[in-house]
């Protein structure tokens, strides 16, 4: 069974600080999706990665899929309350046919 | 907004009854999912269509199915409810299978009472 652990779990900063949440898995993914979501919302897609080693940016999110394609990473330059939210990723198995989301890091920044 | 829609918003019912949620997908789209996310849980995929039939199934119950009909929106029927059974669900679309981008609706919170 594939699964996409992601950390933390849960994150209180304050505005200004840097982060990164991470999401791992020991299976390879033919592609890698961010989402965010806010509360009683959909979420919301930020990025999809495709190449293993690839570094997308979004303004002050910079995500980075591992060389294997088995990982990836979210960092977040000078959070701020807009940033809060569940982040989730989910992996595109290698056949194509199935996405697997992680449990998600509920982010928040304070003001 | 993503294009994709859901009805309805909000529902409450009462234990052993049925309901049926409803989604449209995003124009062009041939794909719909669909998923269940209780309170500070990640979301648990039920099924997903394909242009009609049915590509692939997570943990969904035997209470619950789907169809998705010619006009391509979707339709996820719940029975003899139980209270574990309140949540969110959400539906989401695709342009082909899973490797492209979903893009989700905006959910259905049903609660059971």
């Known amino acids: 069974t594939q699964l996409l652990e992601q950390s933390p779990q849960f994150l209180s900063i304050q505005e200004g600080e840097n982060l990164t949440v991470y999401c791992n898995s020991s299976s390879v993914f033919s592609s890698l999706q961010w989402y965010r979501q806010e509360p009683g919302e959909g979420p919301v897609l930020l990025v999809t990665v495709v190449t293993g080693g690839e570094v997308k940016k979004l303004k002050r999110l910079t995500f980075q899929f591992g060389d294997a394609r088995k990982d990836s990473s979210l960092h977040i330059t000078a959070a701020q309350p807009g940033d809060t939210g569940l982040y989730l990723c989910?992996?595109?198995?290698?056949?194509?046919?199935?996405?697997?989301f992680g449990a998600g890091t509920r982010l928040f920044v304070k003001a | 907004d993503s294009g994709v829609t859901q009805t309805p918003k909000h529902l409450i019912t009462a234990t052993g009854q049925r309901v049926t949620l409803r989604c449209s997908p995003r124009?062009?789209?041939?794909?719909v999912y669909w998923y269940q996310q209780s309170l500070d849980q990640g979301l648990q995929f039920l099924i997903q269509?394909?242009?009609?039939?049915?590509?692939a199934k997570g943990n969904i119950l035997e209470r619950f199915s789907a169809q998705q009909f010619p006009d391509l929106h979707s339709e996820l029927n719940l029975s003899s409810l139980e209270l574990g059974d309140s949540a969110l669900y959400f539906c989401?679309?695709?342009?082909?299978?899973?490797?492209?981008?979903?893009?989700f609706g905006p959910g259905t919170r049903l609660t059971v009472t």
């Open positions: 989910a992996g595109v198995n290698t056949g194509g046919f199935k996405t697997i």
């Open positions: 989401a679309s695709s342009v082909g299978q899973a490797r492209y981008e979903q893009y």
């Open positions: 124009s062009g789209d041939l794909s």
């Open positions: 269509y394909y242009n009609g039939e049915e590509r």
